[in-house]
């Protein structure tokens, strides 16, 4: 069985960096990416922030980003990571890894509905 768990949330102020870091096991997959649930948002609003290609690292991106964050895998560690930079509080959500077992994830990585497995999610705060 899969398993994600994501780590490296925390409160920041506004205009810094945090690094999210997710260690998958147990299975294999063909994309990894990251989704955030902002504050008073229903389970089915996850908001699509980044992705990638696991075997090709092709990399995908929410155009609402404007490049403060980057994506990025270590296939040794099985670990995927979300560089975020100039944090603003709009921000402020829990951020949640996913992977894709589906080739077809690959042709469409924004769509929630190819990834089966889901992690906890790790609460980012962004402080004005």
């Known amino acids: 069985q899969v398993q994600l768990e994501e780590s490296g949330g925390e409160l920041v102020q506004a205009g810094g960096s945090l690094r999210l870091s997710c260690v998958v096991s147990g299975g294999t997959f063909y994309v990894m990416s990251w989704w955030r649930q902002g504050l008073g948002k229903e389970r089915g609003e996850r908001e699509f922030?980044?992705?990638?290609?696991?075997?090709?690292?092709?990399?995908y991106y929410s155009d609402s980003l404007e490049g403060r964050f980057t994506i990025s895998g270590d296939k040794d560690k099985n670990t995927t990571y979300l560089q975020m930079n100039r944090l603003k509080p709009e921000d402020t959500a829990v951020y949640y890894c996913?992977?894709?077992?589906?080739?077809?994830?690959?042709?469409?990585?924004?769509?929630?509905?190819?990834?089966?497995?889901w992690g906890r999610g790790t609460q980012v705060t962004v402080s004005s």
């Open positions: 922030v980044a992705a990638q290609t696991w075997s090709s690292g092709r990399t």
């Open positions: 996913a992977a894709s077992h589906l080739p077809l994830a690959v042709l469409y990585p924004r769509t929630d509905g190819h990834y089966a497995s």
